[in-house]
């Protein structure tokens, strides 16, 4: 399978990397209306909402600050060799437009948007947003059944609710996919799992459903070849979603984040899992909780598009 | 009138302004349910929410950067030689607890905590938060009528509506004022406005119903004096209201805000406009708008709490 | 006149002003190759390019930042009320892409670029880049005789040359400019000079050619008013180019750019000497030497947008 | 042993993370004049001073910084599940107010208050301040005999002066207590020891008194575990004092400090050394160096204090 | 007079500003211990200490930022035209040293440094440090008698004494240089005075010793002009030092500093004042309290800097 | 071998690191000029140049940066107990000036100032600038035939040309170096090669002509003791340059620099790698593309300079 030249990024070698319209790894922004939608294979797009943040907001800034960092990207992959860009017809989608202020409309405007790509046969790479974006996005790829997921996050985000009974939080997004039967718990990996806790209502639930968590202190005893096997395995052969939650990471290396949690991997082993994720039916993924105004060197940014241009390449090594 | 010195804040000459928990101008933190509540006259608080925010968020995180930065003001006021905490008891009442992921809720829960504080006869002094932050507590203090207002802004804040139809942002507070009859438009005057425009639809709602605009341009030619000499006359004898949103000012001086507007006063006339609220009788005033996220150095929190001191004494000057 | 819709720009009404691919105002992205580039009348452009840096390199990258911070911007003139994108059709036309490692390689490519925009009648409206950017410019737009200048800078950028013989830095282009007779030296004037010298040979050459040289001094005694009124005198009515170092402005207000000088102007005039612009026949305009990475906090960015902002409503009231 | 519900902190999950004044961990603030001071059991307290820094000052901003990212610590242990909260009595002690500006003066103010906290039964847990800090405290807790000390750092503190003279810097505190008899070196230990040196001055003191010092490299090629086995061991069942130098950890994980040294442990290694602190019998523990100037993510604070957390687990398991 | 062309700085025509090791205004850096020694009129010189600082430290790292900051001036006055390096042989003088943790020890370090250079007729231009330095600076250049004193400042630095009963404060330095007759009161102008107070005790004792103050509202409304006249007036025609806090300054211009005070002159302003000193007998001056950790952008430094090119202009006016 | 005193660096004991002109690791400034400039065994200088950036500038600023940072570096290494200063003579050669508008007028400058360390037999450690630095350095160093180079680094610098043909930036020097004769290319070692590509070119030259490329993959997998035994191999025993390009180093550890790639080494590996050169005959190393603008730290250049000392080290044991 070739990719159409009109799909191909700008290079380095031609237009220097800080010039031009930062669009997302230097693709063609093919929004809906644009002609050549219909010959997307897979989208790359934002999502700039954190209506859903709990406690120190910036995620709907991460699309933009993200697209920035990603002309730092070039066309091949160090291990692999894959050039992605020439397999598939990968396109900037540009960004769903949220309501700031009412969290039920954006959901219902996320998900209508999911649905026309699903529509056309687009795989999704989202830039979040904070967590809660996950959901409205499930309950579109998720119209033929529940979906498998292998989720990395220093949080669960399965609480049942906050603040005396609000429901749709970024802590509580799988609670309800659960719930509402776009995930099938027995297919859901949670890694990295980490940090001070309320108390253990989220993984009594998750205990419950049948959901694997791997705390951070398994998967450095571990290490993460041992950990993405086992992760894989229960991923199975199923559709299957990938949410990468860059809180996953320690802090250090990812300060840009709204909600960091002390230990976790460093950022080799944060594109080590990506890569390690071999033979999973990915239909859609995501990088979510990128906070530009806690990202004070821009590091967290261009770590994040780093493992962006990883789970590409898993999504057009799982489609070609 | 004389304060109580348990009510009196801790001096620098004591205690390095560094150390020591840091409250509202080293004040005592009496909140509700503290024994000597009930001898409060004036109350500074925080409303951490800006759940109102169209644009970059961050407000939310305003009190507790203000607490620390107010940590700075000592006893005496330069120029009138008011020393304010030994006039009235005055004390940090802490935060009224939003609820972020629900607007309507949180409107509530603010409007609930300033009538206890009207039942209770504490003035309130409100540290923000976003400008939708002042809708839910002049619910409470225009419990027996329409208050005039003294409103410092680069914005109207009068708009209808954003995002096809949603009513409460931090660009609409005023306008639902209006409408619910909080506000006597007659006794409202708005010191500041620029900044490109969406349209006129603000202002052509303000000149309908009498509300006075005064353009940063005409502020600039006039001089801080001549404006507040006619911005009292409007707000006359009766209750008034103070609103300062701190993107009144100009954003090289207080750069941390989310909608900032070049070419606005100074530092100086920043203090200025509130030391010349001569006979205005003020029933609350809160500033708004201070998002530390954006605040590289510092520097709005100080100037904020500057601000704060002023209408402090404003405040002390106007019940005593 | 009357725009063409596909050239309106997205409001913030609409999608939030965090979301979107940022483009100049939010316009739409028109290079060359672009179907309806034939009907552009004003261009927004970037000239992402600062080998010609003789101190502290940066504005390569303001382009972008510039636009970034340009989804800020409204649709309406607060003072004028001009509603500059529906009276011509404005586009963003991307960025010259230059060779960061040969500065004559750069030059030529950006003269052959404004030569095509002469060539289709667009009027341009530039985002350096740093000063030495001008030149090639004016190269291309002075084909058919020399152009009066309205020149805002802390600097007259009038030197022979530096380190021994080099011709092309950001401190000579306007020294160039006149000797290959692009200016009309009699019809230049320089505003905001200040800062400690070299010597006084750029000067010198001003006298000698006759250009006017306003030093800082000069400009804060006579007020902007009067300043201006003269320097519309001398571009008088013939073709005249405006352009604009945000060194001009205090330093203060403009932290992000390379040689900044103490004591210049505050924001409020930066805007103010645009506005006087009255009756210039303005044929290009440009904004330059906008450096991020020492815009700790973006404010640079946002005034410089806003002072672009100024400079294409005085091109669209010159071309409409 | 059950704690008294008064002392229980505020939740999330009530009231947000960024709302409420910060005190530690969202204790309740219990000075020595309020009438709960005699119940508490383990006192969380600041020592806001650094003029004992030969280098670059800034830990006696650590207290407020430290309590503001305090708020970000949850009522649960991740590992072993233990509720420290609920188990004993912890409070807030507010701060011990230092005289800047007078090294010896601030010495016996230190000492004087936390001989208030040994007579009235309370461990403490300090957030320094420069390492100096811990003499005064030391005199105060050695009262009946010298301790052991487990010390984590990447500097001895062993040298005899500095500057011709100096006996009292944040480079000699542990010479100063071997001497006065406060600690005794058989039992002491200090891990993470690296860093170019000025001689073996420090180090050769301490082969003199038995102290065992650790360098980096046995640190990194032994591994945590067997490190704080000998560790513990070294520290035997007698009295111990814990003190954590935050440069013991790497800079780029704790850049906030005044005096880093290259190639430390990373933040999961930071927290495992307390975990293994198995059998100790803590009588007091520090955290010190943390210099918010430098901290420029706020990074270095919330390490701090979840390392503040886990010592404070090992004070409960100790003492209940 | 003219200078030996050993003195002459390196120009940024031949080394870029960015290049070589930075001495103060890429001067020859000639200690006590040089050939040339005796050869030096003004010697500019650094005091990195803040011992004396009672809020937030940082001014020790003062001279080293400055020195940067100072490679960016230049040969000439803008507007007197002087070249003051070609009038009188100037000089980095390099630091005193000082014992950061020693008041007494340091003070007396800085006295017999000063006196060294009273001794060679070395007109001393210093780079603080807090402003304590000034106190033992004035003790060696006031050795015949005492001296008449201008000062900007936002505090009058007059304060008896601090923490129950320390001497020896940046808060203190001119009570006690008054008490030792090292000024003459009389001959004593305080500038821009402004901000909130503890009390009124050190303006009652500069009234009681004759001191003018001159609060920063007269400034505003008398202009600089004006005030300038009257200070110069003051200071007659005797010995006179300067002593310049750059907290004179308003924080937005000057942010680098701990303890700012809102409302100040402009950048414009800053460098007037120097510049109306006219027929003052300058035998000595210091621009004390830059804050490097405080000075996000650099912007201070560089203000500093441009202060002291004025304060050494009129330096040499006034010396050859 | 033993050093003059008059090399010996200042002490921390004596004055504070704070205080004095910055030197590297305060060694006197002996330039060309300079009489004892005879008697240097090893210099350490600058080249404050980077016009062969392709994409962020900013290591012009590099050498000073890293002399105030090297003011914290001590006189002995911890763990082989060298005291370099006192074997050789060191001495800070300042910088050498370049022409930051002309690549090829630098790249001259800069090879005829080594030309004249070679001719006094003085070994050179270079601060950069960006990696083309190195070329013109090699050709004054391998006069008398082609050097063995040890390259850390996370590209290879490689490749043919950039924008259309041009020959000389930092992405091209050492392929320049090998078809110049400048290296031997079956002595050259790359380690840490990583990051997207552009395509194989790079590394398809490197195959063709033997030099040996480590990527980072088979340095984590092998780890640094192996790999570096390989290296130490490759090297041999003849003549050999180190070229250390920061970015060899994770971004996390080393954010200030231009083009990062997410995974590398850590602190602790960065240091190893160099401590494990055994036997290698070092004729002249560089730490290249330290970059102040993007180090928000300060933390890149402390790592930096902590290199550099290592590196010291071993050009000391090679010489002595």
Redesign the interface.
């Known amino acids: 399978m070739t990719s159409d030249p009109f799909f191909h990024p700008v ?13 997302f790894m230097r693709l063609p ?1 093919v929004q809906p209306d644009h002609d050549r939608f219909g010959d997307v294979n897979v989208g790359i797009l ?1 999502v ?1 909402w ?9 995620p ?2 991460g ?2 600050q993200l ?2 960092a990603s002309t ?8 692999s ?1 894959l050039r992605p860009f020439e397999v598939l017809n990968v396109a ?1 989608l ?2 769903v ?7 039920m ?1 954006s959901m219902d405007r996320i998900t209508a948007f999911y649905g026309g790509l699903v529509a056309q046969g687009i795989t999704p790479l989202t830039a979040g947003g904070d967590h809660l974006t996950s959901l409205p996005i499930l309950r579109a790829l998720a119209k033929d059944g529940p979906l498998g997921m292998v989720h990395f996050d220093s949080h669960t985000d399965l609480y049942h609710s ?3 009974g ?1 429901m ?2 970024h802590g509580t997004p799988f609670r309800r996919a659960v719930e509402e039967g776009l995930l099938d718990p027995k297919r859901v990996v949670m890694i990295g ?8 209502e989220d993984r009594d639930f998750a205990k419950s459903v049948g959901i694997r968590v791997i ?3 398994e998967f ?1 005893d571990r290490g993460p070849a041992d950990v993405m096997a086992e992760a894989c395995e229960i991923a199975g052969t199923g559709k299957t979603y990938v949410s990468y939650d860059i809180d996953f990471v ?4 990812a ?1 840009g984040t709204g ?2 949690e ?3 991997p ?3 082993q ?2 080590q899992v990506v890569r390690m994720l071999e033979g999973v039916n990915i239909v859609g993924a995501d990088l979510v909780e990128v906070s530009p ?2 990202d ?4 967290t940014a ?2 994040g598009v ?1 493992i962006m ?1 990883e789970l590409l390449c898993k999504i057009v090594e799982a489609r070609r």
């Open positions: 290079s380095g070698f031609e237009l220097p990397r800080f010039a031009g319209v930062p669009s922004v934002g700039p954190d209506s859903g943040t709990t406690n120190r907001p910036g709907r800034h699309p933009r697209r920035d730092m990207i070039r066309a091949q992959h160090p291990v060799g900037d540009g960004d437009g949220p309501n700031p202020a009412d969290i409309d906050y603040f005396g609000t749709y939080t799992i980490r940090g001070t806790m309320y108390d253990t705390p951070i202190e450095h320690d802090p250090t290396f300060p909600t960091p002390v230990g976790g460093n950022s080799y944060a594109l105004p806690f004070t060197s821009g590091g261009f770590l780093s241009f």
